[in-house]
C-alpha cells in the first residue's frame, strides 16, 4: 500500500504540472497499469474508455472542481472497484480516488474501440419514475447489442458506475454518511425535483452506495449494471451525487457527441409512477 501511494504522490504531482486551471467539474484520470483480461474483447483502450465516461459525469456539473482518478487493471473480484483516498473540503467531496477494473478473466468485458459513440447498440429505452419530487428520468439504457459487445459487460458501463460513487455515492464519504443513515437520500430544496426520495440498496453491513434496483425503474447507473447494455446517467444518478457533493449547477440531460451524433433517445420511452412518503 505505502508503495501505491509513493506511486500515485508522483503521479499526482506530475498532472498537476501540466493540468489545465478548471471552469467546471473537471476528472484527472491517470493510468497505473495492469493488462486487460485476456477473454476481453473489442480493441478498445482502458483510460479512454475512463476519460470517455469522465467526459459524460463532466458533461453534468458546471461546479468548479477538480477530481484526480488513478485507474487501472487488477484482479479485485467484482467488475470494477472504486476506493476513496482524500476527501475534504467545503463541501465535502472526494479529492482523490482509484478505480480497479478486474482482469481475472470472471466476466466477459466489452472494450468499447469508440467510446464516444453508442453505435454498437441498436435500442435505448428511457424511463421515468415519480419518487416523491415529480416525473424524473430514472434510466437511459441501451440495448440489444452487435458485434463483439453482444453477450459482455460493457466496460464503459462500468466506469460510468464508479466514478459516480468517487462523485459521492460512496459508504465513505463523509457527506454520503451524513446523508443516507435512514436508508434514503433526499434530494434537497436546492435542487431540481426536491422532495424525491431514493432508496439505498442494504447488505449484512448496512445501507450501501447503490440504488435499491427493488424500487426504482430498471435502469440507474447507481443500481447496478448486467450483460448485453450499456448504462449512462440518467438524471436521478446525476441528482443524487448533485445532493451528496453539493454540485448545484446542473445538465440533467448531458449526452455527448460522438461519430454518430449525440445519444439521443432510440426506442422506448416509458413512464413509471412509485411514489415515496414525502415526510423524512
Given at each position: ?114 467510446p464516444n459513440s453508442d453505435e454498437e ?160
Amino acid at each position: 500500500m505505502k508503495a501505491f501511494h509513493k506511486i500515485a504522490a508522483t503521479a499526482l504531482a506530475l498532472v498537476l504540472l501540466h493540468a489545465p486551471s478548471a471552469s467546471a467539474l473537471t476528472i484527472i484520470t491517470t493510468f497505473i497499469g495492469g493488462d486487460a483480461p485476456v477473454n476481453a474483447a473489442g480493441g478498445g483502450n482502458l483510460l479512454e474508455i475512463v476519460q470517455a465516461a469522465a467526459h459524460i459525469w463532466e458533461s453534468a456539473y458546471a461546479d468548479t472542481f477538480t477530481l484526480h482518478l488513478y485507474v487501472g487493471w487488477g484482479a479485485v473480484g467484482d467488475t470494477g472497484t472504486h476506493t476513496l483516498i482524500d476527501q475534504g473540503g467545503i463541501p465535502n467531496r472526494e479529492i482523490t480516488g482509484t478505480i480497479l477494473f478486474d482482469n481475472s478473466g470472471a466476466v466477459s468485458l466489452y472494450l468499447d474501440p469508440t467510446p464516444n459513440s453508442d453505435e454498437e447498440y441498436r435500442r435505448r429505452t428511457d424511463e421515468s419514475q415519480d419518487l416523491g419530487g415529480g416525473m424524473v428520468n430514472v434510466a437511459r439504457v441501451y440495448s440489444s447489442p452487435i458485434g463483439d459487445a453482444a453477450g459482455r459487460t460493457d466496460l464503459l458501463s462500468v466506469a460510468l458506475h464508479e466514478i459516480g460513487h468517487a462523485l459521492g455515492m460512496c459508504t465513505v464519504n463523509s457527506a454520503f454518511i451524513a446523508q443516507s443513515g435512514d436508508g434514503f437520500l433526499w434530494i434537497g430544496d436546492d435542487l431540481p425535483y426536491a422532495g424525491t426520495v431514493i432508496p439505498l440498496a442494504s447488505n449484512n453491513a448496512g445501507f450501501t452506495s447503490h440504488f435499491d434496483a427493488m424500487a426504482v425503474a430498471y435502469g440507474p447507473v447507481m443500481a447496478g449494471l448486467n450483460s448485453d447494455e450499456r448504462r449512462i446517467p440518467s438524471a436521478l444518478d446525476i441528482l443524487a451525487d448533485a445532493q451528496v457533493s453539493n454540485f448545484t449547477i446542473l445538465s440533467l440531460d448531458p449526452g455527448q457527441t460522438g461519430a454518430n451524433g449525440a445519444r439521443a433517445p432510440r426506442g422506448n420511452v416509458r413512464v413509471l409512477s412509485v411514489r415515496l412518503p414525502q415526510d423524512r
